[in-house]
Antibody, heavy 120, light 111 residues
Framework: QVQLVQSGAEVKEPGASVKVSCSAS????????MHWVRQAPGQGLEWMGR????????NYAQKFQDRVTMTRDTSISTAYMELSRLRADDTAVYYC?????????????WGQGTLVTVSS | QSALTQPASVSGSPGQSITISCTGT?????????VSWYQQHPGKAPKLMIY???KRPSGVSNRFSGSKSGNTASLTISGLQAEDEADYYC???????????FGGGTKLTVL
């Protein structure tokens, strides 16, 4: 069965970087795009970007363009999302979500989420 | 401000039907039949309920249905049950650059 397992909660100081991992199993990792979505406390869902695990190609939301880097390691079927220059308002749960194709409006499978807390 | 507009809250009694709207623009909802709906219970990851505007994933109750007309998509839940109480989010594909845009979410209360 398809599973996306994310890394554990992180606490970071303002200005630092965080790297969240998403380990995939139960399917061919390189066959499906991986998206990253975040949710601040009590707020809605926000799309951050996506990666094509086959080519490594990425698309980022304009809001995060200069601070986010999405990568993957196909040898261990894992996608990564790194966010730099963290601010207090980056405190959120970060999710990875698998999309069925390049042109798709949904993620059929989601990770359990990783809480990132930014605080001094 | 979210890209897609949803009502902040809706409510209904057990057994009743409710509909949640999701209004976008000609750049997202209006251009693609790629609207999805998610159910989210507190502390849990979103769960896909509807994709491609009206399709249900395997295992999702047929009490959940979706539709789209122009720039507005809708999620209807019939035969409301207590377990349906949750937050619901719509999402639309919006092109190669923006990709996914979400609604602000709707809190469903089962009275």
């Amino acid at each position: 069965q398809v599973q996306l397992v994310q890394s554990g909660a992180e606490v970071k100081e303002p200005g630092a970087s965080v790297k969240v991992s998403c380990s995939a199993s139960g399917y061919t990792f390189t066959a499906y795009y991986m998206h990253w979505v975040r949710q601040a406390p009590g707020q809605g869902l926000e799309w951050m970007g996506r990666i094509n695990p086959n080519s490594g190609g990425t698309n980022y939301a304009q809001k995060f363009q200069d601070r986010v880097t999405m990568t993957r390691d196909t040898s261990i079927s894992t996608a990564y999302m790194e966010l730099s220059r963290l601010r207090a308002d980056d405190t959120a749960v970060y999710y990875c979500a698998r999309a069925p194709s390049a042109v798709a409006g949904h993620g059929g499978y989601w990770g359990q989420g990783t809480l990132v807390t930014v605080s001094s | 401000q979210s890209a897609l507009t949803q009502p902040a809250s809706v409510s209904g009694s057990p057994g009743q039907s409710i509909t949640i709207s999701c209004t976008g623009t000609s750049s997202d909802v209006g251009s693609y039949n790629l609207v999805s709906w998610y159910q989210q219970h507190p502390g849990k990851a979103p769960k896909l309920m509807i994709y491609e505007a009206s399709k249900r994933p395997s295992g999702v109750s047929n009490r959940f249905s979706g539709s789209k007309s122009g720039n507005t998509a809708s999620l209807t839940i019939s035969g409301l049950q207590a377990e349906d109480e949750a937050d619901y989010y719509c999402c639309s594909y919006a092109g190669t650059t923006t990709n996914w845009v979400f609604g602000g979410g709707t809190k469903l209360t089962v009275l």
